[in-house]
């Protein structure tokens, strides 16, 4: 292709085959043999193109095809990470047979992606492989990406350590124990910062899972109450989101500075006209599986992000 002049990123496809081909077409990507490209860009995709949706075996050729032909990269997002873990097989001597315990949570959430894989055994495993040759995050010459958090100091560890940026078949298995440094990584970058509720409390999200931690901004430099750092649709009870935020929590809230480079995340289930959260950062997750909009950002070389870059498709029933 010809030197690369652009990139379009693109938020939680989710299984919205369908969409994810009516953007491309939109943002002027053709399909030649076989394959979505653009004379002068490329897209980056910010994770989590399975679960949930439809035509997740549509969406994922088409990204596929896209990253092996040099069209797109596709960063790992918690999705393609849990169905990855699910599906391999622990060593001798776990307690469990995979990696990702089989519990009704854990198998409702991969269950249509299985699914829809069932008649294809084969062309799942390899993308199972493939999952694992991800890269966690990715940094450009004016722009990062990470499907939830950049957190600059695990990053620096990986590439110290590790001297690259994606899971090796050991390092996923160290992931499975949180408190590792592969632990810690894997759960900061592909599921971002969080705060236990305080008294024991509890959430019922809209999904009908009970939660006991709440999604927290890593923007916010001085925040005074929870209600200030909270990230997710799901709000905390009214009690709770006007409490001084304490200086164990607060020590352990995470922060991204606006002089840093702009930076793309997906994850965080947005709703309404997509647009920056500030200056240097935004949100491409616009709830797409749940009949929102398939989100992208058509980035330059600008350092403050400019709302009229961002375009979209709304999801319709179609799709089903």
Not at 203 to 214: E, P, S, Y
Not at 240 to 256: F, M, N, V, W
Request: charged share 25%.
């Amino acid at each position: 292709m010809a030197a690369v002049q652009g990139y379009d990123l693109i938020g939680d496809v989710h299984g919205c085959g369908k969409t994810l081909c009516a953007l491309l077409e939109q943002m002027e990507y053709k399909k030649i043999n076989g394959v979505y490209q653009h004379k002068s860009r490329k897209v980056v995709f910010i994770g989590d193109i399975v679960d949930r949706g439809p035509n997740i075996r549509l969406a994922l050729t088409v990204v596929r095809d896209m990253v092996e032909h040099g069209h797109a990269h596709l960063i790992m997002g918690n999705h393609e990470y849990n169905v990855l873990a699910f599906c391999t097989p622990s060593r001798p001597g776990s307690p469990y047979p995979h990696l990702r315990e089989h519990t009704s949570r854990n198998s409702f959430i991969v269950d249509e992606t299985l699914k829809q894989f069932a008649p294809y055994p084969q062309e799942w495993r390899d993308h199972l492989s493939w999952f694992l040759t991800l890269p966690l995050y990715q940094e450009f010459e004016h722009f990062r990406a990470v499907h939830a958090c950049w957190d600059q100091e695990l990053i620096n560890e990986m590439e110290a350590t590790q001297g690259c940026n994606h899971m090796n078949e050991e390092f996923l298995h160290a992931s499975m124990d949180r408190d590792s440094f592969a632990g810690r990584l894997v759960d900061r970058l592909t599921r971002g910062t969080a705060l236990k509720l305080p008294d024991g409390r509890s959430i019922t999200a809209k999904d009908g899972f009970v939660r006991h931690f709440f999604r927290t901004k890593f923007w916010e430099l001085d925040p005074v109450v929870y209600d200030e750092v909270v990230f997710q649709p799901d709000p905390l009870p009214e009690d709770i989101a006007e409490r001084p935020i304490t200086d164990s929590d607060r020590a352990q809230l995470h922060y991204y500075a606006p002089e840093e480079k702009a930076l793309f995340i997906g994850h965080y289930w947005m709703k309404g006209i997509p647009g920056p959260i500030t200056p240097n950062i935004a949100c491409l997750d616009y709830s797409a599986v749940k009949y929102g909009r398939l989100a992208a950002y058509r980035m330059d070389s600008e350092t403050h992000l400019d709302p009229s870059k961002f375009v979209w498709v709304r999801v319709d029933r179609k799709e089903d």
